[in-house]
């Protein structure tokens, strides 16, 4: 679990409160404040809050299936671990460099959004600029000490945390009249949401569009990577996933009714954030840069949670002997440098991207990275079923575990077709179409690496043993 060696060692420091601020500031990005616009677009008002709602389902059925595993057995970058063990080693290694793209992917889309956000103080300035500088102060925040990390992820996120409850309030206010709109426009109460027809572009819709949903809910899992550097994990992991997780339901379903009240249909859009357009509708004096200043916190403090959580994942990959040692070496302050770096490969995917056209690749990186994350908690529920499964075969009692995952097999079983289901949605969505043509192929290329591996392994071991022997 901890790697012990010449340099340094992963250090349990991390806190109940840094590991939820952990996962809060992986998961409230650009996923809820810039790509909610196109979730709107395409599925109307309406359909946005029920795709919503069914993503927050979504995530807490996986949850519930994580806080069982990860109470068991606390590991940094455990997903993989849980798979190859309950699933096949292959499968945990094709787990491990899937959950490595969706943040490496993610890293992309949120240094492209940080850039676009600045457009709108610097419009001279090209995107990629902004991409550049923002991905370097990343990587050196998570260079620091595992502690530094932590604490500055904690008051990054509570930033986000106060920003959406102030949304929260002022938007109610003007959807029921307190706060005047701008122009002196009528209150708008819950009329937008079915302005433009309950389901504008048919209910399947909604399905098409749970893939985003995914990537905006993606990153409480992070309470799982965490594990391995939190004090007393059989107590703060469960408080986590239960705090994380009424607060994202709470943040998430409240904004975006917010959102979907105030916002038209036809006004919403990828390029710009819909807070900030709901913000400048309601006409709150300098409420517009305001929240555009705390949207890139927050965007820049999830890319900060995906650089941390990518890194992990390769040195778990190397700590299992899965690949170079040298993505395992540790500084003397517990932090896996090289694995940084080759994660940072995000930080140029912003640069392609935002040079090519920020608008359209945005979506193609967020649905990659959705598809992505969602195969990860679809192995996530498979781990778990197997898991108990293996565990009573063992001769172990449920009251054994100090966390269980509650209404066994139902929850398990219902999580992974759920999860499934967003992944069919998106073969009818052309936008979005692409994570599958991405996405496959690199899970066949995955599952082929590991087997070409370990033959090439026991090739090796076969030709040392017939060496000794002689």
Not at 167 to 181: D, K, V
Request: glycine content about 8%.
């Amino acid at each position: 679990m901890e790697n012990n060696n010449d340099k340094g060692h992963f250090q349990r420091k991390m806190q109940a409160r840094h590991v939820v601020m952990l996962s809060l500031g992986g998961v409230i990005g650009t996923g809820l404040f810039l790509s909610s616009g196109y979730t709107i677009q395409q599925a109307g008002p309406l359909g946005t809050i029920l795709s919503y709602l069914i993503g927050a389902i979504v995530v807490y059925l996986v949850m519930l299936c994580l806080g069982e595993l990860s109470v068991h057995m606390p590991e940094t970058g455990a997903f993989h671990s849980y798979a190859a063990k309950y699933i096949g080693p292959a499968t945990g290694y094709t787990v491990a460099w899937l959950y490595w793209l969706t943040w490496t992917v993610a890293l992309g889309s949120e240094f492209t959004a940080a850039g676009l956000l600045m457009q709108r103080w610097f419009p001279s300035v090209n995107v990629w600029i902004w991409s550049a500088l923002f991905a370097l102060m990343i990587f050196l925040f998570n260079a620091l000490t595992v502690k530094l990390f932590a604490e500055s992820e904690f008051w990054f996120s509570s930033v986000k945390v106060v920003t959406i409850v102030v949304f929260i309030i002022i938007g109610g206010a003007a959807m029921f009249g307190f706060i005047p709109m701008a122009d002196s426009e009528p209150a708008p109460f819950l009329s937008n949401i079915t302005a433009s027809g309950w389901f504008p572009h048919g209910a399947t819709a909604i399905l098409m569009t749970m893939l985003a949903v995914n990537f905006a809910f993606s990153g409480t899992e992070l309470i799982g990577i965490a594990a391995g550097e939190t004090e007393n994990p059989e107590k703060t992991i469960p408080k986590a996933i239960h705090t994380t997780l009424w607060r994202l339901i709470i943040f998430f379903i409240g904004t975006i009714i917010i959102l979907s009240a105030l916002l038209p249909m036809s006004d919403a859009s990828v390029l710009e954030s819909p807070f900030v357009a709901v913000m400048e509708r309601v006409g709150v004096p300098y409420a517009a840069d305001i929240m555009n200043f705390v949207i890139l916190t927050a965007i820049l403090s999830a890319a900060n949670s995906g650089l941390y959580a990518s890194s992990r994942m390769l040195w778990s990959l190397a700590d299992k002997k899965t690949i170079s040692p040298w993505f395992a070496k540790l500084t003397k302050r517990g932090v896996p440098l090289n694995a940084l770096l080759i994660s940072m490969v995000g930080g140029a995917l912003a640069l392609l991207s935002s040079i090519i056209a920020p608008g359209t690749v945005y979506i193609t990186l967020v649905s990659i990275s959705g598809l992505a994350v969602v195969a990860v908690w679809m192995s996530i529920s498979a781990s778990q079923f197997m898991f108990r499964r293996q565990y009573i075969r063992e001769g172990h009692t449920v009251k054994d575990l100090v966390y269980r995952t509650p209404l066994y097999p139902v929850v398990p079983i219902v999580s992974f077709i759920l999860c499934l289901a967003s992944c069919i949605g998106i073969a009818f969505d052309p936008t979005q179409r692409i994570a599958l043509y991405c996405g496959v192929p690199f899970i066949v290329v995955c599952y082929a690496a590991y087997y070409l591996t370990e033959r090439v392994n026991k090739k090796r071991g076969q030709v040392h043993d017939a060496n000794t022997t002689d």
